[in-house]
């Protein structure tokens, strides 16, 4: 009976035993789960994207002409100031004429002298043919009146310029945008002023190497400015530059738009967008989408069949509101993480939140 009874008491101990460790390692499994970090998805999905890029650009006028004069003379009268609107031909500074007198004088005394050298020739030919002369110096005659003749045309063409640079006219409409000088100055270096047409103006982009067989001549872009929020102005584009910064790796495209009412300047900073058209795209919301801290690295981690989350580099494209498009990096249907990424790391076990 003693027998019984002890082997009895022996098993009644082993099932408390195994039992109470069975209940803890429960609890300890249990503890486990509950410090997985908790993470909530979604699925990527591919959508229809419009391909649109979109630049930061610098606004510059159509065209722009300094105002100079070469003859060394002062400014006698400022017909304009800046911001002066002007139009092509219109006189915009008067120099003194001092040197148009002098210059005038020098032709009147050059014409005497082609008269006398045209006398001269006449009665050597004369003499020629009564005999009383040589041939070699009608010849030398000759040319001393030609020389002349070249001479005096030299001076009036000389004489043209100075009136043109004595009375300074605008080659273009536009805007008087610098004035270097007052009345009674004399120039020297700079332009007296400075002319910009701003009706139409061109936008200088900068544009990524990659996207140079997409950029065609004439093709429609829209640009904005944070001046006039909301309001769109419609451009093409003009010029393409034919070579690539190697240092930036971009080129050069010049855009064109119409000025309305005035409201764009020179100088203004500027947003380009192209749209070069719509392709499918994977799409997914902006909070999957991490920055690498200290560099413009973007990534996502993504749930994968065994429960761990793994860290995927991305290739960000257009954002569209509280989305993004993804170029590269990943491919629809993945499950991308959009909650609880400060405390996972590659490879990491994690639990979905309820």
């Known amino acids: 009976m003693k027998t019984t009874f002890n082997y009895l008491m022996v098993s009644a101990l082993a099932t408390l035993m195994l039992a109470s460790c069975s209940k803890k390692e429960g609890g300890e ?98 003499l020629v043919k009564v005999g009383g002369g040589t041939q070699q110096s009608v010849d030398q005659l000759q040319a001393a009146y030609d020389t002349q003749v ?18 300074l006219t605008s080659p273009i409409s536009g805007v008087v945008t610098v004035r270097n000088y007052q009345a009674g100055d004399l120039p020297s270096g700079l332009p007296i002023l400075v002319i910009e047409q701003q009706n139409p103006l061109k936008v200088v982009v900068a544009v990524n190497e990659s996207e140079m067989a997409n950029v065609k001549q004439g093709m429609s872009v829209s640009v904005t400015f944070d001046t006039y929020p909301g309001e769109t102005f419609n451009g ?40 070069f058209g719509r392709n499918t795209g994977v799409v997914i919301s902006d909070l999957a989408v991490q920055k690498q801290i200290g560099s413009g690295v973007r990534y996502v981690y993504t749930l994968e069949s065994d429960g761990t989350v793994k860290y995927r580099e991305v290739e960000v494209g257009r954002r569209m509101g509280k989305r993004y498009e993804i170029k590269s990096g990943l491919s629809a249907g993945m499950r991308v993480v959009t909650k609880g990424q400060s405390r996972l790391t590659n490879g990491a076990k994690v639990k979905l939140a309820k």
């Open 150 to 167: 070249r001479a005096i045309e030299s001076s009036r063409r000389t004489l043209s310029t100075m009136g043109e640079n004595t009375v």
């Open 29 to 126: 499994s249990s503890a486990q789960e509950e410090e997985l970090p908790l993470v909530e998805v979604e699925t990527a999905n591919n959508e229809i994207v419009d391909q649109i890029s979109e630049y930061s650009a610098t606004v510059e006028p159509y065209k722009s002409n300094d105002i100079m004069s070469n003859n060394g003379c002062r400014i006698k009268r400022l017909l304009v100031d800046v911001g002066s609107h002007v139009s092509a031909g219109q006189t915009l500074v008067i120099l003194d004429d001092v040197n148009i007198a002098t210059q005038k004088s020098a032709i009147d005394q050059q014409q005497i002298q082609l008269a006398n050298a045209k006398r001269d020739l006449e009665r050597a030919k004369q």
């Open 236 to 275: 093409h584009v003009s010029l393409i530059h034919p070579t690539v910064d190697v240092n930036t790796r971009t080129f050069q495209v010049e855009v064109t738009i119409e000025n309305r009412n005035n409201k764009v300047h020179s100088g203004m900073f500027a947003r380009v967008s192209f749209n």
